[in-house]
Structure formats: structure tokens, C-alpha cells
């Protein structure tokens, strides 16, 4: 009797600045991934951290030599481009990712992997956010007006714990290197007409360091960012693209 072929799994975390979180992230992962499938890869991608997750990531090559990678920036590209790293190194069906500060629990990824078989993004959503009052405001506000800005169908743009089909990334590229990264992935997802499942999943308290979006330069770097790839995924690419079909027709004629 042929069995069917088993779905297999990249599970990578950026990290800057998480020395502190990032082993038991990449051993959790490991436990994890091995009760879900036989076929996966762990990935870290370091962001330039100047702690020592350097160190750490080199101890986990060798406790871990055949599941797990690690990919290095010799500068900080940004959450952005670290996400565009990891998803470029991802190299299994399906991807997850979780930031590196254990803000999100690796074991309930089971929740999402459950979802998988009717969505190409299967994206978690905070049940309580567990931040200071202030982050869970700006969180708020954050979210319903990005939400209605870029036509976003997700209950929580913030929420950094999805799966997705690595088949998504042959139609979606990614451009952006800050935070703004998520609702640029979330757009192009909505705008591919892409199937979207969506987890309810907890949040946690910052065990270790802080985080790299919540002060005032950067939301303002954000908030100004958020114009342009607005005005880049609704007026330029639509225009490009209403350019391109008639020369494409042409050529065929």
C-alpha cells in the first residue's frame, strides 16, 4: 500500500539580541518539529546581534549537525530582511516562523500545522496580549488602521507565529527591511487571493531583552514607510502592471 508523501517543515527564528531565549527556542523547535514530521530544518537567522547569540548558534550547529542552520548577517538588515533571509533559506513545503524571544510558544505551531491541509498562510492571533498597556493600545490602533488601509483579512497583523506554503513565495516577493514587513506579507497574501486559516494562540511576557519597534524614531520610521508601500502595492504595481498587458498582447499577436 503507497502512502502518501509527508508534508516536511522549516521552522526558522530571527534573532537580534536574544541570547537569552534563542537555545531553548532552537531545542523546543527540535522536539516540536520531530512530533509533526520526519522531514524538517530549524533555521536561525542572525541579525548582526551584538550579544552573544553568535556563540550559542555555533554550540547548537554542533548538538543539532544535520536539522539545523544557521544564516549570518555581517550587518543588521532589519526585522525585514532578516524574515527575507530566513524565508529565502526555508527550503521544506511549509514555513514557520516565530521571533526568537519566546514571546509565542513553539508547541502550540501543532495548532497551526493541524490547519494546514485547506490554507497556503495559516496565521496565529494573540487570545490576550500580555505587553504593557501602552504596547497593547498602539497594538490596537496599529492593527485596525493598517488593517483598513491595505484590505487586510487577518484578525492580527501583529501576531509573528504563521505557517505558510512555501509555494506562496513563487508569486509573492517580498522589499521591505523594517517591522512594516508583516503588513507587506500580509497584503500580497490578501491581494494573491491566497486561502488564510487563522489559530488562536497566547502571548507572552518578555523574558529576555526588549523589543526593537516600540519607541518613538522607530514607529515614526514605520508610519512613514507604511505611505510608500501603500502607494507602491495599490497605485504603482496596478499601473505597471495595466502598462504591461497591452505590450504583452501585442508581442503575442
Known sequence: MNSQPQDSLSIFF???????TIASMVTLAHRVARDLTTDFEVIVVNDA????????????RALYPDTFKVVTH???????????SGFAAASKDFIFYTDGDAQYDVR????LWARRDNADLVNGYKIRRSDPFYRAVVGRVYHHFTSILFRLPVRDVDCDFRLIRRTVFDRVGL??????ICVELMARIAQGRFRIAQVPV?????????SQFFNIPRVARVVWGMGGLWWRIFVTEPRRARHAAPEAKGERS
Not at 555581517?74 to 527575507?84: F, K, Q, T
Not at 502550540?108 to 495548532?111: K, R, S, T
Request: proline share 4%; glycine share 16%.
Open 74 to 84: 555581517e550587518r543588521n538588515r532589519g526585522y525585514g530582511g532578516a524574515l527575507r
Open 175 to 180: 522589499t521591505v527591511d523594517s517591522g512594516l
Open 202 to 210: 497566547r502571548h507572552y511576557h518578555r523574558m529576555h531583552g526588549r
Open 14 to 20: 530571527p534573532a537580534y539580541n536574544d541570547w537569552g
Open 108 to 111: 502550540e505551531l501543532a495548532g
Open 49 to 60: 546581534s551584538p550579544d552573544h547569540v553568535g556563540l550559542i548558534l555555533d554550540e547548537l
